[in-house]
Antibody
């Protein structure tokens, strides 16, 4: 059974930094693209970032470009999202999601974690 | 960037009703259109990918159709567990979600 477990969510002040992690199990982690999707309170889903199975290619949403970085460590079955210069509008539940294949293009998300809450507030 | 517009944004329906949700893309996305269901307090769950392929384990009352810029998700006979919010997502160029359709009990 595929399992994705996120961690690292917290209350952080505007301008601060935070690193989210996601550990996967039940599948060959390095064979699948991985993704971050967020959901602000009471709002819809917003794609944040994707990284290919081997980590050689990645893409980031314009809304967080230059502030967020996605990375992975396949030896640890781990996905990360480094967030800096955080703003109030980054407040959301952040979900880790497994892609259907190894590349990020033409992707869909067939397994999701339970999410981790990031709150940006003074 | 490709914009995805879902309609309606909400609807009320009864158990047993046939429900159709529409998703329009701002440009041709071929068939790279996926549908998710999200229940309150839970992560989204994949229902359909590439417009019409049912994800394993999803009941056959769910179906998807369309191509190009116009897509639909149909629930043939609404069940109590289907009351949720539904999102479309395009994956042809980048990744964009629609705004969601909340299906409520009438």
């Amino acid at each position: 059974e595929v399992q994705l477990v996120e961690s690292g969510g917290a209350l952080v002040q505007p301008g601060g930094s935070l690193r989210l992690s996601c550990v996967g199990s039940g599948f060959t982690f390095g064979s699948y693209a991985m993704n971050w999707v967020r959901q602000a309170p009471g709002k819809g889903l917003e794609w944040v970032a994707s990284i290919s199975g081997g980590g050689e290619s990645s893409s980031i949403a314009d809304s967080v470009k230059g502030r967020f970085t996605i990375s992975r460590d396949n030896s640890m079955n781990s996905l990360s999202l480094q967030m800096k210069s955080l703003r109030a509008e980054d407040t959301a539940i952040y979900y880790c999601a497994k892609g259907f294949g190894v590349v990020t293009k033409y992707n869909w998300f067939n397994s999701w974690g339970q999410g981790t809450l990031v709150t940006v507030s003074s | 960037d490709i914009q995805m517009t879902q309609s309606p944004s909400s609807l009320s329906a009864s158990v047993g009703d046939r429900v159709t949700i529409t998703c329009r893309a701002s440009e041709n996305i071929i068939n790279y259109l996926n549908w998710y269901q999200q229940k309150p307090g839970k992560a989204p769950n994949l229902l359909i990918y590439v417009a019409s392929t049912l994800q394993s384990g999803v009941p056959s009352r769910f179906s998807g159709s369309g191509s190009g810029t116009y897509f639909t998700l149909t629930i043939s006979s609404l069940q109590p567990e289907d009351f949720a919010t539904y999102y479309c997502q395009q994956s042809y160029s980048g990744l964009t979600f629609g705004g969601g359709t909340k299906v409520e009990i009438k």
